[in-house]
């Protein structure tokens, strides 16, 4: 860009954005690419973290204060995120759970979540299971419902929603935009991005804010009946061509107001709009509703989240927990591989246990352990991997609504893999003791399980922590190889402790050697005495 002649050390992606956004009216956010259409909703809803933001936004005429507001708005981002294992229902009663008020009884948040299926018209699906966007479960325009129903169960007053028709069919699309139309005829303030749409989902919204690229407003107010007044403010601009019959009256505005046209007629829409008479009254509106209502009061709540901390790891847990129970494809898998290895490393060192005459058996023996808990952990830290990759891009959405802090997730998370890392530890452990031939006392083999169990749950943390600090799972997968070598080489088995210094007696062709090991500075010095049948000895120093 600085070699087209741009001189600015930061790019403005926003330039004097001025306008309302009310109750019962559905907006739509509207431009070409690059206008700032998505960057203006994200400064709104408090989403953008980067950059600079300058300007004053108020809600119902008081400064808006983001951790208040995150509480009484709802996003729907463009890309449909869902647990994929929960069913229509379980992700509302979720989300309801922790987002409404913990003054609000379980009663009312269920009776809450039917009307919400209701109303996006998923009552007839609650039970099918959500799954992975284009292998199983919904379509993608059930999924777009689903998006709107999760949000509208926190009961927002103010919904944002980024794109809601992309990428579907005519039918599909004026299915959303039936729902987007029942929400905002509850009252709710909604506001939505859109690009191209078709003429039944234009003239479905109430008031519209073009943008140019640049981020300038080059309307904003009524779109009316059949698009009819901003159809008459443009066609009112000298040199804009009249509207053909039967055209879409959202391309032929996208096109009369391009880059193109600007140059062609020499005019700046932005400028043209800031002159006009709709900015005047556009301008009084704003500073009307930038006073609050006498004797209104702000809106003020105790804590950062709906719900307390032990709440949130309830409802965590709880979607944790049918999360994994309805994974059979990840547990059975570890299950199985765990039964396989246990039956491999029994058959390898097969009673190895009850040879320990020499330091080779005995070699043997931890090399037995060694091996047995290596094959499995590293599985379990590959398995977990994907599982948890698909479940942080749903954390990332729902800690941005607000839903949860990250430590009340985490820990549900950790404890879920318990009852699992168990079953294999149970699966695993008879097998392997009773096949190497260990000693059959119970400390022994509960001191066997317990190093087992331990060993497998640090694979499995160490394959879930690899994922939370990489930014995709095929990183995690990379990063996780490149330590096992590490753990290989420093888990004592190949490099072992170092000897103190000490004596012992060993025996040489049936005669006694006494050893003694002397430390003298850094220097070990052996010495060993061979006594001989007629009671000499004989010294050598190693």
């Given at each position: 860009m600085k070699e087209q002649g741009v001189t600015e050390d930061r790019l403005q992606l926003l330039r004097e954005v001025t306008g309302a956004f009310r109750p019962g009216v559905l907006t739509a956010l509207m431009g070409v690419s690059g206008a700032g259409k998505t960057t203006l909703m994200d400064v709104l809803a408090g989403r953008k973290t980067g950059g600079y933001i300058e300007g004053d936004i108020r809600i119902s005429g008081f400064p808006k204060i983001q951790?208040?507001?995150?509480?009484?708005?709802?996003?729907?981002?463009?890309?449909?995120?869902?647990?994929?294992?929960?069913?229509?229902?379980?992700?509302?009663i979720y989300s309801a759970f922790l987002r409404l008020p913990k003054e609000v009884s379980k009663e009312e948040k269920m009776v809450f979540v039917d009307e919400v299926m209701d109303l996006v018209e998923l009552d007839n699906l609650k039970d099918a299971i959500v799954g992975l966007p284009g292998v199983t479960g919904l379509s993608t325009e059930q999924r777009k419902r689903l998006t709107i129903a999760v949000e509208l169960v926190a009961n927002p007053s103010i919904i944002f929603m980024d794109e809601p028709t992309s990428g579907l069919d005519a039918r599909a699309a004026a299915i959303v935009m039936r729902t987007v139309r029942n929400t905002v005829d509850t009252g709710r303030t909604v506001v939505c991005t859109i690009h191209q749409p078709s003429i039944d989902i234009f003239e479905a919204f109430d008031e519209l804010l073009l943008m140019k690229r640049g981020g300038q407003v080059i309307y904003s107010g009524p779109l009316g009946r059949n698009s009819h007044k901003i159809i008459e403010y443009f066609e009112a601009i000298p040199g804009i061509p009249k509207i053909k019959e039967k055209y879409n009256p959202a391309t032929w505005m996208l096109e009369a107001s391009s880059v193109a046209a600007e140059v062609r007629l020499g005019i700046d829409f932005a400028e043209h709009y800031k002159s006009s008479s709709l900015h005047q009254r556009n301008k009084a509106l704003v500073k009307e509703l930038s006073v609050p209502p006498p004797g209104a009061k702000d809106l003020y709540f105790t804590s950062q989240f709906s719900q307390h901390n032990l709440g949130q790891f309830q409802s965590c847990l709880w979607k944790q927990w049918l999360t994994y129970w309805r994974s059979p494809d990840y547990n059975i898998v570890r299950m199985f591989f765990t039964l396989a290895a246990a039956l491999m490393v029994g058959t390898v060192f097969w009673q190895a246990g009850k040879k320990r005459d020499n330091t080779g058996d005995l070699t043997t023996i931890i090399g037995a352990m060694y091996a047995a808990v290596l094959f499995v952990g590293i599985n379990n830290c590959g398995t977990v991997q994907p599982v948890v990759a698909?479940?942080?891009t749903v954390f990332y959405r729902e800690k941005a609504a607000g839903m949860y802090s990250a430590l009340p997730y985490a820990?549900?998370?950790?404890?879920?893999?318990?009852?699992?890392?168990?079953v294999q530890t149970i699966l695993f452990s008879p097998i392997v003791y009773s096949m190497v031939g260990f000693e059959w006392a119970v400390h022994k083999f509960f001191w066997f399980f317990f190093v087992t169990y331990a060993s497998f749950l640090y694979f499995t943390y160490y394959g879930m922590m690899t994922v939370s600090i990489t930014p995709n799972h095929q990183v995690a997968s990379v990063l996780a190889a490149a330590f096992y070598a590490l753990f290989n080489l420093f888990s004592g088995f190949f490099i072992p402790r170092p000897k103190k210094g000490g004596r012992g007696e060993v025996s040489y062709e049936d005669r006694p050697i006494l050893i003694k090991v002397f430390h003298l500075d850094k220097l070990a010095f052996c010495g060993i005495s061979k006594v001989q049948p007629f009671g000499r000895k004989e010294y050598m120093w190693v």
């Open positions: 951790e208040t507001f995150a509480r009484i708005s709802g996003y729907c981002e463009q890309t449909d995120i869902h647990s994929p294992q929960v069913t229509i229902r379980e992700s509302l698909i479940e942080r820990l549900a998370q950790v404890i879920t893999e318990l009852p699992y890392v168990l």
